[in-house]
T-cell receptor, first 113, second 112 residues
Framework: AQSVSQHNHHVILSEAASLELGCNYS??????LFWYVQYPGQHLQLLLK??????LVKGIKGFEAEFIKSKFSFNLRKPSVQWSDTAEYFC???????????FGKGTKLSVKP | EPEVTQTPSHQVTQMGQEVILRCVPI?????FYWYRQILGQKVEFLVS????????KSEIFDDQFSVERPDGSNFTLKIRSTKLEDSAMYFC??????????FGSGTRLTVV
């Protein structure tokens, strides 16, 4: 079945540790890729997106993601996390010309001060 | 920064009752969406709306759901006869083109 997979359900890190959250999708063809963040009690906010061009995408708050087409992956990275990065992170895929997003189940990140 | 506004933030309703969730998209946006997130589960697409009609809907969006843009500014989701399993956070989103979504802060629907 076509899906978006986020393999880590809950990640716990100390401040200044490096972060990598995995995202894999199973769609063929053209895709647009997104990472959203949801801070506690707040709405989904766009961190970064990939449509075309340079597969290394830089987003807000020091986050970046790399699109590896051969691996159907779009992993999110941050070199040094802060306590304020504690949130839930969602990978999402938009297939071709279709408008709706398909979300992964999310990864909860807890950063210990 | 323009926002998508959703009201109410929390609604409690009895099973079998009708509810209307309201959204005010960003004014120059043309595409509108509803998503939901059942507690502990992933965000799921419900429906997209463009040019005053539904452009796509998921299997979740059955006959008990409907959407409207009644007055050119509001975008509503109606659930005709709520079930316990409709309890979820419902997110509205809008976009200027078919990407670049802005999400609202959500309405938490609790069906009792």
């Amino acid at each position: 079945a076509q899906s978006v997979s986020q393999h880590n359900h809950h990640v716990i890190l100390s401040e200044a540790a490096s972060l990598e959250l995995g995202c894999n999708y199973s769609y063929g063809g053209t895709v647009n890729l997104f990472w959203y963040v949801q801070y506690p009690g707040q709405h989904l906010q766009l961190l970064l997106k990939y449509f075309s061009g340079d597969p290394l995408v830089k987003g807000i708050k020091g986050f970046e993601a790399e699109f590896i087409k051969s691996k159907f992956s779009f992993n999110l990275r941050k070199p040094s996390v802060q306590w304020s990065d504690t949130a839930e992170y969602f990978c999402a895929v938009k297939r071709g010309s279709q408008g709706n997003l398909i979300f992964g189940k999310g990864t909860k990140l807890s950063v210990k001060p | 920064e323009p926002e998508v506004t959703q009201t109410p933030s929390h609604q409690v309703t009895q099973m079998g009752q009708e509810v209307i969730l309201r959204c005010v998209p960003i004014s120059n946006h043309l595409y509108f969406y509803w998503y939901r997130q059942i507690l502990g589960q992933k965000v799921e697409f419900l429906v997209s709306f463009y040019n005053n009609e539904i452009s796509e809907k998921s299997e979740i969006f059955d006959d008990q759901f409907s959407v409207e843009r009644p007055d050119g500014s509001n975008f509503t989701l109606k659930i005709r006869s709520t079930k316990l399993e409709d309890s979820a956070m419902y997110f509205c989103a809008s976009s200027e083109q078919s990407y670049g979504y802005t999400f609202g802060s959500g309405t938490r629907l609790t069906v009792v």
